[in-house]
């Protein structure tokens, strides 16, 4: 089971785009992690505007401005404690970083103006997403595919940096509840970040 992961993860690369360990990160990078000990540790990191990725066991680290190997070894070593051996990562780079040139739209004058929106965490399709001014957090969910089985759907946040003076203010919703009709509706800005966080043990 663990060559087929590999296999899997193999393919999955050879995909995207081919960068040698040295290849220095920067925000807007989509990477694929993996754990060979643990392949409910798998997933994809987004590199947000902050330059850090979010992971489990290890919270927030930085990214932008290290190579792959240097991300590679410092996420070996803080999960390294919570291993009876040293575990092996596998750290690549799903897609780049979008240049400014690349977020041209072509539409009609009349066109509405697209905002930029970065989902992480426990979605099926993670990174960078292009929504509507206005679109709320169930229809950013919705455009990212949705969430995982994994999904702590009542702690979801939503972190939104003010343009002056550059403050995080992290909100937390209860994206359960507004499954369920109850709730009001979470409109989202430009920039917002939306974590999804994985569930806790019987949560």
Known sequence: MRLFGW???LACCLSGPVLGSSYVLKSGDL??????EDASLNRNALVLPDGTIAFPMVGQVRAAGLTLGQLRDGLTAEL????????SLHVAVA?????????VVTAA??????????GMGELVKPGRVQVRPGTSLMQFLAQAGGTT???AMKRVQVRRTADASGQVTTYRVNVAKLMR???QSFPLAA?????????KLFE
């Open 7 to 9: 296999l899997a993860t």
């Open 95 to 103: 897609s780049l970083a979008k240049r400014k040139a690349a977020r």
């Open 80 to 87: 390294a404690p919570q291993f009876s051996q040293r575990p």
């Open 149 to 151: 089985s994994y999904a």
């Open 191 to 199: 920039g917002d970040v939306v974590i999804v966080p994985e569930r």
């Open 31 to 36: 990477l694929r992690i993996e754990v060979m």
């Open 181 to 183: 009709g109850s709730g």
């Open 109 to 118: 004058p009349s066109a509405e103006k697209l905002i930029t929106v970065f």
